[in-house]
């Protein structure tokens, strides 16, 4: 029965100047997450309301499903909606919804009408007060709360008239696009799909990129990473996702510095190429999946260390989340049972057995100019070798 959905959104950081910014980039990636979606949708913003049509065949629950994935989304409102054909006919559809949607009658209610359109011959407190008498009239069994009604009834007159009473909740946040970009760096492990996750909650657009270390990562770990980042962009939209051989870089590194600050290291150079990278895409800054203390590498001192090399921001949206609230995160959006998958990732190949956890980057530093020579064409080459996939339609 419910042919459309009225997109209720949260208000903060939308008055004034920047509204129709929010607006339109939420419209925007209510028609990308609706093409994933069997059916035709005509989706538009009338008076500060967004609604979404079915044109024709569509499937609800899927429908639903694609918007619940759109941040900037507080509440999805299926909708009924009907011409204006006087109030008989009117009353007539809201004791007919009511009937359909509360098989049980043993409710409370309110009738909550808004006249949009001033033409309306009845005003907004009069459609209110004569729904309630109909309804009342119609099902015995219902009362009227105007302070705490288990169905609160919308009735919303404009070019056509709208009829709706259930909220499905959105995951709320931003619209992407609203907050520039960043360039996430995407493993295949468990944290970072869920830090991107986060960063484009709040409206931040998503590029991504991979550090693949052939013949010691498999074409497996990389197919994994891809397959995190076609996850991710059902909420983000489409992503970039930048492939970097990162085999020469990693050995060097492995034949050249002490063992116990590999990791180190590694990750400074992989925050170098990725911040390159960044810079050429227009991003604004890092996402990492970093959380204190969680490995050797994720030290106050290692954090610091890492920081030392990077000219633009890192976000790292987990740093006080424990494994178990990202592995919650991880399930509710989905990203968890691919995350698990048993493919080595380059980290774990070239792991020391003892790596330092209080790096002094002094230290650091000193090992690294056992670098200077060979690293840089080698760095060039890597930042050569890189594949960009595009995850996801629409941009
Ligand atoms: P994750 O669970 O996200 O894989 P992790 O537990 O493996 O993280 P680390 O290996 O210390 O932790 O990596 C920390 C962060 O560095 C990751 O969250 C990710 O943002 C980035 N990172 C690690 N390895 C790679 C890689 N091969 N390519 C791109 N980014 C990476
Ligand atoms: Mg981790």
């Not at 949260?10 to 920047?18: D, F, Q, R, T, Y």
């Not at 359909?100 to 043993?106: A, G, L, R, S």
């Amino acid at each position: 029965m419910f042919r459309a959905f009225l997109i209720k959104y949260a208000e903060i950081g939308v008055k004034g100047k920047n509204r129709h910014l929010f607006e339109d980039a939420l419209v925007h990636q209510i028609k990308v997450s609706l093409k994933r979606c069997d059916g035709k949708f005509f989706v538009h913003k009338t008076q500060g309301r967004i609604f979404v049509e079915a044109e024709g065949e569509f499937d609800f629950d899927e429908t639903v499903g694609c918007l619940r994935q759109v941040f900037g989304i507080s509440g999805i409102c299926p909708v009924v909606y009907a011409e204006d054909e006087g109030f008989e006919k009117l009353a007539e559809r809201v004791v007919d919804y009511v009937d359909k949607v509360y098989p049980d009658k043993n409710k409370t209610f309110k009738v909550n009408a808004r006249r949009a359109r001033k033409d309306y011959p009845k005003e907004s407190m009069e459609i209110n007060a004569d729904l309630g008498e109909v309804l009342l009239n119609a099902y015995p069994e219902m009362t009227v709360d105007v302070h705490n009604p288990d169905i609160m009834l919308s009735v919303e007159i404009r070019e056509k008239i709208y009829i709706y009473s259930e909220i499905i909740p959105g995951p709320g946040g931003m619209p992407v696009g609203t907050g520039g970009k960043a360039m996430l760096l995407l493993s295949g492990g468990i944290d970072s799909p869920v830090a991107g996750y986060m960063i484009a909650k709040r409206g931040v657009k998503i590029d991504a990129v991979y550090f693949h270390a052939p013949p010691y990562t498999s074409e497996r770990a990389k197919q994994k990473v891809v397959d995190l980042a076609r996850i991710v962009a059902r909420y983000t939209g489409p992503i970039y996702l930048h492939v970097i051989n990162f085999t020469d870089v990693q050995l060097h590194i492995y034949e050249t510095c002490p063992h116990d600050e590999l990791t180190i290291i590694m990750r400074r150079y992989m925050m170098r190429i990725a911040e390159s990278i960044a810079r050429d895409r227009d991003c604004m800054a890092l996402i990492t999946g970093e959380s204190i203390g969680q490995v050797a590498s994720q030290t106050m001192q290692s954090l610091a260390a890492t920081d030392a090399v990077c000219g633009m921001p890192v976000f790292r949206p987990l740093i006080a989340m424990d494994k178990q609230e990202i592995i919650a995160e991880s399930q509710k959006i989905g990203t968890y049972e691919t995350s698990i998958l048993p493919f080595e990732d380059c980290c774990t190949i070239f792991v020391a057995k003892h790596p330092v956890t209080k790096p002094k980057l002094s230290q650091i530093e000193e090992s690294e100019k056992l670098l200077a020579e060979k690293m840089p064409p080698l760095v060039a080459e890597a930042l050569e070798s890189v594949q960009i996939i595009q995850i996801g339609k629409g941009r």
